[in-house]
């Protein structure tokens, strides 16, 4: 006779524990299988997105140098000069140069024209890819003739194919073709804008080149091949020889970091829906395990008394647990990788790159075991229960109640806080941001928990001897012993809570991005508009009955000095970011804050859109040779670290102006109204060189059409900005982002479902003996099925009420905290939550009170 | 006279030292055994008799080491159970100890068989199919064997219960109200059977019962009331 086991790790290995798991696990199957589900649901949506992550990594990885097309790109707003190209020649192997602005693009007749972004090339851009065409060969034509290669969506807007003529400033064009694939945008600006190609010799004749003001110089720079160490020291080199003001360096590691970066944010929020389902996951394996150890009392108790140790009847638990963690840890993570498939090809045209669904075997395994472990962590907590059941529970005729809670569950806690902690670190958000979102979670949890008991003492207290029998009954089962209303609460108003508050950050993050369309708002835009020009357009705007709603001067100026330190003594910082002397290491300056070019304008008031929050506009009046009172938007302001009072020197092209902080303001950048970070006040900037923004709303695209025909002919070098396309646009890139989150938020609707069907089955067996006792005694079925639908209409409703007071809460505290906007109480989601949940409820308890009335007394009573 | 010279030769299975059981909830408590004293030797027969409420349950549940006294001591095949930790008397229970309960407790997911084989099974003891089928063949359910409990009578599932407590021999087979849930004749063939198992084995029997009759077969009828023992009959 061999010594049972008493140690819990090797009660785990033994063969009788796992022998036993098998045969107790036989008339339960079906509805383990069921947990697995919720399992396998919250582990698909983990890896699906983790996957998926890991594929975007890769793909960046591999076409870090398609995303640029050359291994340095330098940009500047002037021309750049050639010069240091001469010292650098023994580390480049090839250079090219492109000028790009944005431009009407007209037929010949004029008749019909569009805003495009015109590149004019020069040399073998872009180096080490190839360029796709149709028809093919034409990106060849173009570096040996006069022409011009457009996006597809031009050739059709304009109706052309090649060998047809279109118009750019005075010049017209051959078309040669359309680019299908392979010429990176060296502007990250140009985004939204179709684009036209040209030779960068063929620019002068058009006439554009000297009269655009918002024109980009890049310079493409292809280095010798060599080591990682010499294609570093080369990088320095060049770095080195255009370390002069206005000029960006940019490598295709660089953009494959901005890229990367997006696609973290992105994925931080569904990693939020991820945690969510897995943490649903997980409290519906704890809510199954519990129902399972509460119907196995009797056996533990039995086994107990034959002998066998309590840890070895807890690894008899243990071992099933972990058997349907594992069955719905491997189906989920299969179901994620081909989740992650579809991902890909649903999404993966919203990304500026290919994406490739790769295998991502290692990321489905660390993050299937991360969900394991969470699961089995979720399982402890009814499993600990076994250890506390006695053996005299077989001297008991009832002797199905598990145990009450121990000190031993705390540590469980604890552990399931470190689990969650670490899957959340896992989907990559930082140390603090986990802690934060376990601790809500822990909060949400305790919430449920002391609403739970609340509400039962509260209808114990509500509940009138004069109410109607059914009612009484149904309405008494929320507090009676072996009541399932805390459960309900945990699993169906964690769920509710869990579902809305990542219905109501969907909502927040794209109410974020929200187009005001409104009457008011501007949906074109004149760009480009010469101080002698604006009486011209005026008169087009009136002849065609449009309004003028705004018209900025804008003026294009730096900063040179803050609150006395030279932007030169800054820039000595050793690090990213410049620091001012007081400011504390935290407290730096974004470098671009002090090397952008600003464009300000300058006037008396504030528009709808700004709002003043410290000082006042307009200023006082200045005198001579004072500070000129500025007024600063206030994120500016919070980056420079000035406040009212503190002096500004700016550079307005070449002029040295100093400037005082009179006002800072807020700005509703949502908007499409013209805004600035520096306002003027009128009376300093009139004799700057400047241009005019102009903006109108334009009734339809006909009208639009129309004025920019007359445009054309009346102020050539002015570039409309039809908002209505690029609205489109960014409309259909929203719908592709939303589609992406309600996919994800669908994860964890899904992971939701079996929760309610485990919470409804775990009280089937309570409510099928009360039932049929009092079947018993008497009652009709009809007043059986009224008993157990008020009943679960009450928990239905309570668990909703519950889980959404909580979700409110947190949308509440979102909105204030982390998106900053004002808080909207949205009642539709709540409503459709209160219906869905009674009426699942209700539905629930239906099936249920029919399985309970299918049963004879006799079948019931038999069973004990 | 000669069982009563061979009683005091041999050492008890089973003996109980001025035990005690409180239940305490708040300020008030209620003592349901009240200073017992009790010994049973080897092979004896004993009947715990009272009536509803006066601690017999408990008295047997303490016997077993499946509670802890509030006072006294339980001495049973020679291990103090006050002394040893919960799975050391799960051991003792497995090694000396049989059960059979009012409501049988089988396990519901086993066969009758598979009832049957646990405690060999956690003795750690391979194979035991012929004995358990054999023992079943002997209680009448030689062709039940690969039945669910829910699929049995209850006479035919406590008949289970006694295979699983005779399987192994136990030295003492504690048995909580046998025959409470059985009809008259079904109860006196399981009276049989227990009886019959009691002389094969040599195991001493302490039943719990309301049952006059079954309260006779004993050789020894203890009396209890209100938590005390008022009688200890050798009839």
Redesign the interface.
């Given at each position: 006779?061999?010594?049972?086991p008493?140690s819990l790790v090797r009660a785990l290995f033994h063969p009788?524990a796992w022998?036993m798991a098998w045969?107790?696990?036989?008339?339960?199957r079906g509805r383990l299988a069921l947990y697995a589900v919720s399992i396998a649901v919250g582990i698909c949506a983990l890896t699906a997105i983790h996957a998926l992550r890991a594929s975007v990594r890769q793909s960046l990885d591999t076409q870090t140098k398609n995303l640029l097309g050359t291994d340095v790109l330098v940009s500047s707003r002037q021309p750049i000069a050639q010069d240091p190209l001469v010292n650098l020649s023994s580390l480049i192997t090839e250079t090219g140069s492109e000028t790009a602005f944005s431009s009407m693009l007209s037929d010949p007749s004029g008749a019909h024209s569009r805003l495009v972004q015109v590149r004019a090339l020069e040399g073998g851009f872009p180096f080490g890819t190839t360029v796709d065409t149709v028809p093919v060969g034409a990106w060849q034509s173009l570096q040996e003739q006069h022409g011009i290669l457009l996006d597809p969506a031009l050739l059709a807007e304009f109706d052309v194919h090649p060998g047809d003529k279109l118009k750019l400033g005075a010049t017209e064009f051959t078309v040669l073709g359309e680019v299908t694939k392979g010429v990176p945008r060296s502007n990250r600006f140009s985004g939204f804008a179709s684009e036209a190609f040209i030779r960068l010799k063929d620019l002068p004749s058009t006439g554009l080149a000297g009269s655009q003001s918002l024109v980009f110089h890049h310079l493409f720079l292809e280095l010798r091949p060599g080591t990682e160490a010499e294609r570093k020291a080369a990088l320095a080199e060049v770095r080195k020889s255009f370390s002069l003001k206005g000029v960006q360096i940019q490598t295709p590691e660089d953009r494959s970091e901005t890229f990367g970066e997006g696609i973290d944010k992105a994925k931080e929020f569904l990693s939020i829906t991820a945690l969510t389902a897995l943490v649903l996951g997980g409290i519906g394996v704890a809510g199954a395990i519990h129902t399972h150890i509460r119907r196995r009392v009797?056996?533990v108790?039995?086994?107990?008394?034959?002998?066998?140790?309590?840890?070895?009847a807890f690894a008899v638990y243990m071992v099933q647990a972990a058997t349907l963690g594992l069955m719905g840890t491997v189906l989920g993570a299969g179901l994620g990788a081909f989740a992650h498939a579809a991902l890909v090809h649903f999404a993966g045209n919203s990304l500026p790159f290919n994406v490739a669904a790769m295998p991502q075997p290692l990321v489905i395994l660390e993050t299937a075991g991360a969900g394991f472990l969470l699961c089995c962590g979720f399982a402890l907590l009814p499993l600990l229960r076994i250890r506390d059941i006695?053996?005299?529970a077989?001297?008991n005729?009832r002797s199905e109640k598990v145990p009450g809670r121990s000190l031993r569950e705390a540590g469980v806690y604890l552990l399931l806080f470190g689990l969650v902690w670490s899957v959340a670190r896992l989907n990559g958000a930082n140390s603090l941001r986990a802690l934060a979102l376990t601790a809500s979670l822990g909060v949400a949890f305790a919430s449920l928990t002391a609403t739970a008991f609340g509400l039962m003492k509260f209808t114990r207290w509500i509940i009138r001897p004069s109410w109607p029998y059914l009612l009484r009954q149904g309405v008494s089962n929320l507090f009676r012993p072996q009541n399932q209303t805390l459960l309900f609460l945990l699993s169906l108003g964690l769920g509710t809570f869990l579902l809305l508050t990542t219905w109501f950050t969907q909502s927040l993050v794209l109410s974020q991005l929200k187009i005001d369309n409104g009457p008011s708002t501007p949906n074109l835009y004149l760009v480009d508009v010469q101080p002698d020009q604006t009486r011209t357009v005026r008169a087009v705007f009136e002849a065609e009955h449009l309004p003028v709603l705004e018209d900025a001067p804008m003026v294009t100026m730096r900063i040179e000095s803050v609150k006395g330190l030279l932007l030169s003594a800054i820039e000595k910082q050793p690090q990213n970011a410049s620091s001012l002397p007081e400011a504390k290491p935290t407290q730096r300056v974004p470098r671009w804050v002090m090397e952008r070019e600003y464009r300000s304008t300058y006037r008396t008031t504030l528009n709808a859109t700004e709002t003043v929050l410290a000082g006042a506009w307009p200023p006082t009046p200045f005198v001579a040779g004072a500070p000129v009172p500025i007024s600063l938007e206030q994120q500016l302001a919070k980056d420079l670290k000035v406040g009212v009072g503190d002096e500004i020197v700016l550079d307005v092209q070449g002029v040295p102006l100093r400037a005082v902080v009179a006002c800072v303001r807020k700005v509703d950048w949502s908007k499409f109204n013209l805004n600035f970070f520096m306002v003027f006040p009128p009376g300093v900037l009139e004799d700057a060189p400047q241009f005019h923004l102009l903006t109108t709303r334009v009734p339809s695209g006909q009208t639009s059409g129309a004025l920019q025909r007359t445009l054309l002919r009346a102020a050539p070098n002015v570039s409309v900005v039809d908002l209505t396309s690029i609205l489109a646009t960014v409309a259909s890139l929203l719908q592709k982002a939303a589609r992406v989150i309600q996919l994800l938020a669908g994860f964890t609707l899904a992971a939701g479902l079996p929760i309610l069907a485990g919470a409804l089955l775990n009280g089937r067996d309570q409510r099928l003996r009360e039932s049929v006792l009092l079947r018993t005694l008497g009652a009709s079925e009809q007043q059986v099925r009224a008993i157990v639908l008020v009943e679960y209409a009450a928990l239905g409703a309570l668990s909703e009420l519950a889980g959404s007071l909580l979700a409110v809460g947190a949308q509440w505290a979102a909105a204030r905290w982390i998106f900053k906007t004002p808080h909207a109480f949205e009642t539709g989601p709540v409503l459709v939550a209160l219906a869905i949940s009674i009426g699942g409820s209700v539905l629930a308890g239906r099936t249920l009170s029919r399985s309970v009335c299918s049963k004879t007394p006799l079948d019931v009573l038999?069973?004990? | 006279m000669a069982e009563r010279t061979l009683s005091s030769l041999v050492p008890p299975v089973l003996e109980v030292r001025a035990l005690s059981k409180t239940y305490s909830d708040g300020d008030r408590s209620l003592t349901v055994l009240d200073n017992i004293h009790l010994s049973v030797a080897p092979g004896e027969t004993c009947a715990i008799v009272g009536p509803s409420g006066s601690g017999k349950t408990t008295l047997l549940g303490l016997c077993a080491g499946l509670d802890d006294a509030t006072s006294g001591s339980v001495q049973l095949d020679g291990e103090t159970l006050e002394t040893l930790s919960q799975d050391a008397r799960a051991a003792l229970r497995g090694r000396s100890v049989g059960f059979v309960f009012q409501n049988f407790q089988l396990i519901p997911t086993l066969t009758a068989l598979e009832n049957v084989l646990v405690p060999m099974e956690l003795r750690g003891e391979s194979g035991g199919f012929a004995e358990a089928e054999a023992l079943l063949s002997k209680v009448g359910l030689g062709k039940r064997l690969t039945h669910y409990p829910h699929q049995l009578s209850g006479g035919e599932q406590q008949r289970v219960a006694l295979a699983r407590a005779f399987v192994r021999p136990p030295r003492i087979l504690f048995a909580d109200e046998p025959t409470g849930n059985l009809d008259a004749i079904t109860s006196e063939t399981l009276v049989e059977m227990l009886f019959a198992l009691n002389r094969e084995n040599g195991t001493a029997l302490v039943l719990v019962t309301h049952d006059p009759a079954l309260a006779a077969r004993a050789r020894r009828v203890v009396r209890m009331h209100a938590g005390r023992i008022i009688a200890d009959e050798r009839p």
């Amino acid at each position: 006779m061999q010594p049972l086991p008493t140690s819990l790790v090797r009660a785990l290995f033994h063969p009788w524990a796992w022998r036993m798991a098998w045969r107790d696990s036989r008339s339960q199957r079906g509805r383990l299988a069921l947990y697995a589900v919720s399992i396998a649901v919250g582990i698909c949506a983990l890896t699906a997105i983790h996957a998926l992550r890991a594929s975007v990594r890769q793909s960046l990885d591999t076409q870090t140098k398609n995303l640029l097309g050359t291994d340095v790109l330098v940009s500047s707003r002037q021309p750049i000069a050639q010069d240091p190209l001469v010292n650098l020649s023994s580390l480049i192997t090839e250079t090219g140069s492109e000028t790009a602005f944005s431009s009407m693009l007209s037929d010949p007749s004029g008749a019909h024209s569009r805003l495009v972004q015109v590149r004019a090339l020069e040399g073998g851009f872009p180096f080490g890819t190839t360029v796709d065409t149709v028809p093919v060969g034409a990106w060849q034509s173009l570096q040996e003739q006069h022409g011009i290669l457009l996006d597809p969506a031009l050739l059709a807007e304009f109706d052309v194919h090649p060998g047809d003529k279109l118009k750019l400033g005075a010049t017209e064009f051959t078309v040669l073709g359309e680019v299908t694939k392979g010429v990176p945008r060296s502007n990250r600006f140009s985004g939204f804008a179709s684009e036209a190609f040209i030779r960068l010799k063929d620019l002068p004749s058009t006439g554009l080149a000297g009269s655009q003001s918002l024109v980009f110089h890049h310079l493409f720079l292809e280095l010798r091949p060599g080591t990682e160490a010499e294609r570093k020291a080369a990088l320095a080199e060049v770095r080195k020889s255009f370390s002069l003001k206005g000029v960006q360096i940019q490598t295709p590691e660089d953009r494959s970091e901005t890229f990367g970066e997006g696609i973290d944010k992105a994925k931080e929020f569904l990693s939020i829906t991820a945690l969510t389902a897995l943490v649903l996951g997980g409290i519906g394996v704890a809510g199954a395990i519990h129902t399972h150890i509460r119907r196995r009392v009797p056996t533990v108790a039995v086994l107990l008394c034959l002998g066998c140790p309590a840890s070895l009847a807890f690894a008899v638990y243990m071992v099933q647990a972990a058997t349907l963690g594992l069955m719905g840890t491997v189906l989920g993570a299969g179901l994620g990788a081909f989740a992650h498939a579809a991902l890909v090809h649903f999404a993966g045209n919203s990304l500026p790159f290919n994406v490739a669904a790769m295998p991502q075997p290692l990321v489905i395994l660390e993050t299937a075991g991360a969900g394991f472990l969470l699961c089995c962590g979720f399982a402890l907590l009814p499993l600990l229960r076994i250890r506390d059941i006695s053996p005299t529970a077989t001297l008991n005729a009832r002797s199905e109640k598990v145990p009450g809670r121990s000190l031993r569950e705390a540590g469980v806690y604890l552990l399931l806080f470190g689990l969650v902690w670490s899957v959340a670190r896992l989907n990559g958000a930082n140390s603090l941001r986990a802690l934060a979102l376990t601790a809500s979670l822990g909060v949400a949890f305790a919430s449920l928990t002391a609403t739970a008991f609340g509400l039962m003492k509260f209808t114990r207290w509500i509940i009138r001897p004069s109410w109607p029998y059914l009612l009484r009954q149904g309405v008494s089962n929320l507090f009676r012993p072996q009541n399932q209303t805390l459960l309900f609460l945990l699993s169906l108003g964690l769920g509710t809570f869990l579902l809305l508050t990542t219905w109501f950050t969907q909502s927040l993050v794209l109410s974020q991005l929200k187009i005001d369309n409104g009457p008011s708002t501007p949906n074109l835009y004149l760009v480009d508009v010469q101080p002698d020009q604006t009486r011209t357009v005026r008169a087009v705007f009136e002849a065609e009955h449009l309004p003028v709603l705004e018209d900025a001067p804008m003026v294009t100026m730096r900063i040179e000095s803050v609150k006395g330190l030279l932007l030169s003594a800054i820039e000595k910082q050793p690090q990213n970011a410049s620091s001012l002397p007081e400011a504390k290491p935290t407290q730096r300056v974004p470098r671009w804050v002090m090397e952008r070019e600003y464009r300000s304008t300058y006037r008396t008031t504030l528009n709808a859109t700004e709002t003043v929050l410290a000082g006042a506009w307009p200023p006082t009046p200045f005198v001579a040779g004072a500070p000129v009172p500025i007024s600063l938007e206030q994120q500016l302001a919070k980056d420079l670290k000035v406040g009212v009072g503190d002096e500004i020197v700016l550079d307005v092209q070449g002029v040295p102006l100093r400037a005082v902080v009179a006002c800072v303001r807020k700005v509703d950048w949502s908007k499409f109204n013209l805004n600035f970070f520096m306002v003027f006040p009128p009376g300093v900037l009139e004799d700057a060189p400047q241009f005019h923004l102009l903006t109108t709303r334009v009734p339809s695209g006909q009208t639009s059409g129309a004025l920019q025909r007359t445009l054309l002919r009346a102020a050539p070098n002015v570039s409309v900005v039809d908002l209505t396309s690029i609205l489109a646009t960014v409309a259909s890139l929203l719908q592709k982002a939303a589609r992406v989150i309600q996919l994800l938020a669908g994860f964890t609707l899904a992971a939701g479902l079996p929760i309610l069907a485990g919470a409804l089955l775990n009280g089937r067996d309570q409510r099928l003996r009360e039932s049929v006792l009092l079947r018993t005694l008497g009652a009709s079925e009809q007043q059986v099925r009224a008993i157990v639908l008020v009943e679960y209409a009450a928990l239905g409703a309570l668990s909703e009420l519950a889980g959404s007071l909580l979700a409110v809460g947190a949308q509440w505290a979102a909105a204030r905290w982390i998106f900053k906007t004002p808080h909207a109480f949205e009642t539709g989601p709540v409503l459709v939550a209160l219906a869905i949940s009674i009426g699942g409820s209700v539905l629930a308890g239906r099936t249920l009170s029919r399985s309970v009335c299918s049963k004879t007394p006799l079948d019931v009573l038999r069973q004990g | 006279m000669a069982e009563r010279t061979l009683s005091s030769l041999v050492p008890p299975v089973l003996e109980v030292r001025a035990l005690s059981k409180t239940y305490s909830d708040g300020d008030r408590s209620l003592t349901v055994l009240d200073n017992i004293h009790l010994s049973v030797a080897p092979g004896e027969t004993c009947a715990i008799v009272g009536p509803s409420g006066s601690g017999k349950t408990t008295l047997l549940g303490l016997c077993a080491g499946l509670d802890d006294a509030t006072s006294g001591s339980v001495q049973l095949d020679g291990e103090t159970l006050e002394t040893l930790s919960q799975d050391a008397r799960a051991a003792l229970r497995g090694r000396s100890v049989g059960f059979v309960f009012q409501n049988f407790q089988l396990i519901p997911t086993l066969t009758a068989l598979e009832n049957v084989l646990v405690p060999m099974e956690l003795r750690g003891e391979s194979g035991g199919f012929a004995e358990a089928e054999a023992l079943l063949s002997k209680v009448g359910l030689g062709k039940r064997l690969t039945h669910y409990p829910h699929q049995l009578s209850g006479g035919e599932q406590q008949r289970v219960a006694l295979a699983r407590a005779f399987v192994r021999p136990p030295r003492i087979l504690f048995a909580d109200e046998p025959t409470g849930n059985l009809d008259a004749i079904t109860s006196e063939t399981l009276v049989e059977m227990l009886f019959a198992l009691n002389r094969e084995n040599g195991t001493a029997l302490v039943l719990v019962t309301h049952d006059p009759a079954l309260a006779a077969r004993a050789r020894r009828v203890v009396r209890m009331h209100a938590g005390r023992i008022i009688a200890d009959e050798r009839p």
